[in-house]
Nanobody
Framework: VDLVESGGGSVQAGRSLKLSCEVS????????VGWFRQAPGKEREAVAT???????SYADSVKGRFTIFQTNFKNTFYLQMNDLRPEDTATYYC????????????????????WGRGTQVTVAS
């Protein structure tokens, strides 16, 4: 499974960006996908996850501002980021695990098998 992010950039605080993650390759119908970020000198953190049955989780720092979603055409999922803050500055990665069979737990602590290369988001104050 390959994942490619797009949509990063530099914006002023308070503005919005939408990140996209295009997924390709052979994979199962069930999935846990998500967005993660890593700022310089900090550990990577989970931002949001989305499970194939619809369960969604958000980090407290982005609740009410970020939305993870996908369209019916499920080769792509998104992260809509509103009211961006300087502390949101980081490299953002999309990641996912796909499988066939029973439902699995999917939350901010889930390990992901496949990762994109990242896209930079910079928020100026």
């Amino acid at each position: 499974v390959d994942l490619v992010e797009s949509g990063g950039g530099s914006v002023q605080a308070g503005r919005s960006l939408k990140l996209s993650c295009e997924v390709s390759g052979s994979r199962g119908d069930n999935y846990c996908v998500g967005w993660f970020r890593q700022a310089p000198g900090k550990e990577r953190e989970a931002v949001a996850t989305l499970e194939s049955e619809g369960t969604i989780s958000y980090a407290d720092s982005v609740k009410g501002r970020f939305t993870i979603f996908q369209t019916n055409f499920k080769n792509t999922f998104y992260l809509q980021m509103n009211d961006l803050r300087p502390e949101d500055t980081a490299t953002y990665y999309c990641a996912g695990t796909y499988w066939i069979g029973w439902a699995r737990n999917c939350d901010l602590n889930s390990d992901m098998e496949s990762w994109g290369r990242g896209t930079q988001v910079t928020v100026a104050s």
